[in-house]
């Protein structure tokens, strides 16, 4: 029976060696195989890769990293939760404040943008409970 031999991986340090020894020309890519014990094709191949990747390592700007594509989703999504516990909030507090009868009374005028609410005519406060105060009435 034949024991088996562990294939060597070598290590991302090990070809960055290697590759940038190639780029520098100092010796052939024959005296860099076999001073490595790495196949000459291979110290080839890493001395391209290097040379290919080179180019992006100035390509960030300086500041703030963007964030990334999969965060976006999870900061919409808490930000829609944020939105829902204030609007939950907001209806618990108006459904609380429309049992005052003296408050019903009084006139508001809202300033929600982007809704029906913002034109500018004077509504009830608590327009929520019109109905209610209309009906015991």
């Given amino acids: ?3 088996s031999k562990k294939r060597n991986v070598p290590t991302a340090e090990f070809k960055a060696k290697v590759g940038l020894e190639a780029i520098r020309g100092s010796k052939t890519i024959n005296e860099i195989s076999q ?12 001395k391209k890769e290097i040379q290919e990747q080179a180019k992006t390592l100035f390509e960030g700007k300086r500041g ?5 594509a999969h965060k976006e989703p999870e900061l919409l999504y808490s930000e829609i939760g944020k939105l ?3 609007l939950d909030w907001l209806k618990k507090s108006l459904g609380s404040a429309c049992h005052d009868p003296a408050r019903m009374d009084r006139p508001r005028r809202f ?6 609410m913002c034109s500018g005519q ?11 105060a209309q009906a015991s009435r």
């Fill in 64 to 68: 703030p990293k963007p964030v990334a």
């Fill in 122 to 132: 004077r509504i009830p406060r608590h327009g929520v409970c019109t109905a209610k």
């Fill in 35 to 46: 001073a490595y014990g790495v196949h000459p094709t291979q110290v080839g191949l890493w």
């Fill in 1 to 3: 029976m034949s024991e």
């Fill in 111 to 116: 300033s929600v943008h982007g809704s029906a």
């Fill in 84 to 86: 829902k516990v204030e």
